[in-house]
């Protein structure tokens, strides 16, 4: 592979910005990932008898020469995420047309290439076709291959590593990378434990020699010792993916904080050069055939896969991000090119620059968005990156443009906010001090940074907002009039006076909002038997008394007075006997330990934090036991089940209905 070791900046030009045809902005689904890698197909992918091929653009439609190698083999590799996402049989037989194409240019005898690299690329596509069809060849091919590079590459100069090329003049990432994943993957098809054994020395010596404690990947070192280049998605992405497969080979943490730092560090320091948070440029307009326009799709994948497999949900967001614009820019033919955040033009485009796009949009987890059933009340919000405050209507303005920040939490009638279902999802979100006036995005703005503030009710989009639940308990508010955008904390700021607007879905914490109950007297009844209410058993005043379910009644022992504590929390009692609190037995934290009346005390056991459920419903955490909720014993219905606290199953006895 060839490619200059810098970073490329882009001179585009406004004409470039509006060409195309841009989509409306949606979430992108599955049948999206279907649609990106057919038209893919539909425009470069042609098959004589068994032998298929990419041509190299959309208009001149050139086959690809021995200078196509790695691109070949990675284009080989998108096809085989499609095959990963849907198990198509179909494009299980395009692999291997695939592989016959890359022979027909290539031939068998790949080492006389100088490039390393080049030969680590072919051994992964090979060794996931393996993975895919069975086929001992393919293995039999990614085996010789590595076995070659690795015999003529690594050496002990410069503390070890692979040699980039033949020549000896730099060890690069873009070949440590990638022998450190073949090696894992050879391990993974039984090739021996040498095998592990190399894929964790090539790994050590990138994590010790380009690798920096922020996250960062840098492209080389010098035959002389001199460290050169910044971060390369691609780098970054085989860097994480060598991270991923040998965590998942030994178990050991310490490769899982690798592939997050790396991750964290191009999220942050990766991105914005035409949007904010969407991957930067690596390649200019026009030089679709450089080797930069298709490294995104490297880092997307090997990303991915690790978000997928070890549940950093926290990244999937970001991803999904970055997916749903590439596909929200594709041209009328359903491409998408390789400068992500720019109207894809219909001239001319190849297949390697394309290529990215459809890894990006392949590998992604596609967007199910739950919906969530708010009640109608009246509630506090508070963002999860500053529980301690909440959404406060500025100074209890009653203008039109009265800004809408956080102030720490007061129990002022400015930070509480009647929430009203308007239908279809939508809900219209209003200070309770003043009902004429509701939590607008100014002017209907749908661009990112469009302030939020409170204008006079008048049902427009900018007024309407659709609750999405996290799988955290928070949720996220989407405007009506700008779907592509989330209700936030401008810039994460955790201070009173910090202001609100609407931004890109990131996922972050200050993005993701909290309905808090407000203080005051309730029933609770179990959703899995809903003709009952939480009951203290014979209305007992002494320490122990059992808390149970009982058929409604309307009596005492079944009201539950919340006082709030901060931060979410509330202490929740009898109504008829205020000296007691509701308590987990002991401050238990395993699961089956009894829930209780006991001598109000302060403790952690005695501090619940309702959670809003996306049914309308909500779970009860103790302080004491954080990963458990408020259970109905075994599910049962009987009048005079105990209550006790359990492992958070979402189910039906953990969901209590507060009214």
């Known amino acids: 592979m060839r490619h ?158 692979l040699w980039w090329t033949t020549d000896k003049t730099s060890k690069n990432a873009c070949v440590n990378g990638p022998a450190a994943i073949a090696a894992a993957l050879l391990y993974q098809c039984g090739a021996g434990s040498g095998y592990l054994t190399k894929a964790q020395s090539i790994f050590s010596w990138e994590a010790s020699t380009l690798y920096h404690s922020n996250g960062q990947v840098q492209d080389s070192i010098s035959s002389s010792g001199m460290l050169n280049g910044g971060a390369l998605t691609y780098n970054q992405g085989t860097f994480i993916g060598a991270a991923d497969l040998l965590n998942q080979i030994t178990g050991t943490g310490s490769y899982d904080q690798y592939a997050v730092t790396a991750t964290s560090y191009t999220m942050n320091s990766c991105t914005g050069e035409n949007a904010p948070g969407i991957l930067w440029n690596e390649y200019s307009a026009g030089s679709g055939d450089s080797d930069g326009a298709g490294f995104k799709g490297i880092f997307a994948r090997w990303c991915c896969r690790w978000v997928k497999r070890t549940g950093h949900t926290e ?76 959404l406060d209507a500025s100074g209890s303005g009653t203008a039109n443009g009265t800004k809408a920040d956080i102030w720490t939490a007061n129990n002022q009638s400015n930070q509480k906010w009647i929430v009203t279902n308007m239908g279809s999802n939508l809900y219209k979100i209003q200070p309770s001090y003043a009902t004429g006036l509701a939590l607008d995005v100014n002017g209907g703005g749908s661009g990112a940074g469009s302030s939020v503030d409170l204008w006079q009710d008048n049902g427009g989009t900018a007024q309407r907002w659709t609750p999405i639940a996290n799988s955290n308990g928070t949720y996220k508010l989407v405007p009506q009039c700008a779907p592509a955008m989330v209700l936030e904390l401008s810039g994460g700021a955790a201070a009173s006076g910090s202001l609100t607007d609407v931004w890109y879905d990131t996922g972050m914490p200050h993005q993701q909002w909290i309905f808090n109950i407000l203080p005051g007297t309730y029933t609770l009844t179990p959703g899995n038997a809903t003709g009952s209410r939480l009951d203290a058993a014979a209305a007992g005043t002494t320490n122990g008394t059992v808390v149970d379910i009982w058929p409604a009644n309307n009596q005492s022992n079944q009201n539950w007075a919340f006082t709030s504590l901060g931060s979410g929390q509330f202490k929740i009692q009898p109504s008829y006997a205020l000296g007691l609190a509701l308590d987990v037995y002991g401050a238990n934290s395993t699961a089956g330990s009894n829930v209780d009346l006991w001598q109000d ?56 209905g507060i009214h």
């Open 315 to 390: 990244y999937m967001p970001w991803l999904q991000r970055n997916a749903q614009m590439v596909w929200d820019k594709r041209n009328t033919a359903g491409l998408s090119w390789g400068i992500w955040g720019l109207s894809t033009p219909s001239s001319l485009l190849t297949s390697w620059e394309c290529s990215s796009a459809v890894s990006m949009i392949q590998n992604v987890t596609a967007f199910t968005p739950v919906t969530a059933t708010v009640p109608n009340a009246t509630y506090t919000l508070s963002p999860r990156n500053a529980v301690a405050f909440c």
């Open 601 to 656: 005390n302060g403790s952690s056991s005695q501090r619940w934090t309702p959670i809003l459920n996306s049914n309308g419903t909500f779970k009860l955490t103790p302080q004491c036991a954080p990963g458990m909720v408020m259970d109905v014993y075994n599910g049962n219905t009987a009048a005079g089940t105990h209550v006790e606290i359990w492992n958070d199953n979402n189910a039906s006895n953990q969901q209590w």
């Open 4 to 161: 200059s070791q810098k970073r490329w900046w882009l001179g585009l030009t406004l004409a470039a910005l509006a060409a195309g045809s841009a989509h409306p902005a949606s979430a992108l689904t599955a049948a999206d990932q279907d649609a990106a890698i057919n038209s893919y197909n539909n425009a470069f992918y042609t098959i004589t008898g068994s032998t298929g091929n990419y041509v190299l653009d959309n208009v001149n439609r050139g086959y690809p020469q021995t200078y196509s190698f790695w691109r070949m083999a990675e284009e080989m590799e998108m096809l085989e995420d499609a095959y990963d996402q849907t198990h198509s049989a179909t494009y299980k037989t395009m692999i291997d047309q695939l592989y016959n194409g890359f022979v027909q240019v290539n031939g068998t005898g790949w080492t006389a290439n100088g490039f390393n690299d080049d030969l680590m690329w072919i051994s992964i596509a090979c060794l996931r076709a393996y993975q895919i069809t069975g086929t001992a060849n393919y293995y039999n091919m990614a085996k010789s291959t590595f076995d070659t590079v690795y015999a003529r590459a690594y050496d002990t100069n410069l503390g070890g590593g």
